[in-house]
């Protein structure tokens, strides 16, 4: 099948099938990709704009960072989960052994600002089509608590589509970046497949006709909604589909993600965050 990576209860939003291989998942989006896949390398990404980093094993004291200053350690690249364990830290606490650092990883600046992500449709480089996407000031364990889709983020595109292109030149298709502020974090190879209920029936049409026949004839503007993330340990009530569809929620119980017991889609954050309480007191 040309879609590889795609979840069982998620196969009817990827129709048509391309005649092209299309990887909809870190792992499969490696593989099929060889020219581009240097994007999943998080050390490289922060040193081409600019950033301090470096690969766990250099002293950030010994070149010039204050011991005050925060710092970020996650890892280089990490196809199964991305960031996951990535932790915030100091330059003295890391220098002195306080804070450990795994192999494998690196530190680099402490970024604030908007943690946004957007999908992109890219033709031989060019971007032609944004979905944006803003992440929760509320976390859990790095991970924001819920996404706001179909937000407009107009000032973020130039820097997005100039970053394409440096980095994916002769890339045609599906691709995500992830920002802080102004600062590149992540790239995938790959859309936010969890958003993909709020790009509309056009959607996939589109991005399997520009991969198959390099034919774009554009697409709408994404809706609004909320994608929700159930974090924690154990199970769902057996009515939770009832629970959720009674405010016009959608609850999907997680199978992949560890310690996420759910993922909420809603219109509206109120609603989804009704749903989330009730069904926590199941727990």
Not at 224 to 229: K, L, R
Not at 251 to 269: E, F, K, N, W
């Amino acid at each position: 099948m040309p879609f590889h990576g795609v979840l069982p209860h998620r196969q009817h939003l990827f129709q048509p099938q391309p005649v092209q291989n299309i990887g909809v998942n870190d792992t499969y989006a490696w593989q099929l990709n060889p020219e581009h896949r240097h994007v999943y390398n998080k050390l490289a990404l922060a040193l081409a704009q600019g950033l301090q980093a470096a690969p766990c094993g250099i002293d950030p004291l010994s070149v010039g960072i204050d011991a005050a200053i925060p710092l970020f350690v996650k890892p280089i690249t990490n196809l199964l989960g991305m960031s996951l364990d990535a932790q915030a830290t100091t330059a003295g606490d890391l220098a002195s052994g306080y804070t450990q650092c795994a192999p494998g990883c690196f530190w680099g600046e402490y970024l604030v600002g908007d943690h946004t992500s957007t999908d992109c449709l890219v033709l031989a480089g060019k971007v032609l089509w944004f979905a944006h996407t803003q992440g929760a000031i509320t976390k859990d364990k790095q991970r924001p608590i819920y996404w706001h889709i179909g937000v407009r983020l107009p000032a973020l595109e130039p820097l997005i589509a100039t970053f394409i292109q440096t980095q994916l030149p002769g890339y045609t298709g599906l691709c995500n970046v992830e920002m802080i502020g102004d600062k590149v974090i992540e790239m995938h190879l790959r859309g936010s497949n969890g958003f993909f209920d709020f790009y509309g029936a056009h959607f996939v049409p589109a991005w399997v006709e520009l991969v198959d026949k390099h034919l774009w004839h554009g697409l709408e503007f994404v809706r609004e909604g909320y994608v929700y993330s159930l974090f924690g340990e154990g199970e769902l009530p057996a009515d939770y589909a009832e629970i959720a569809a009674a405010h016009g929620v959608k609850a999907v119980p997680d199978t992949v993600t560890r310690d996420r017991i759910a993922i909420l889609y809603a219109g509206t954050l109120d609603a989804a965050e009704q749903v989330a309480m009730r069904l926590r007191n199941y727990q």
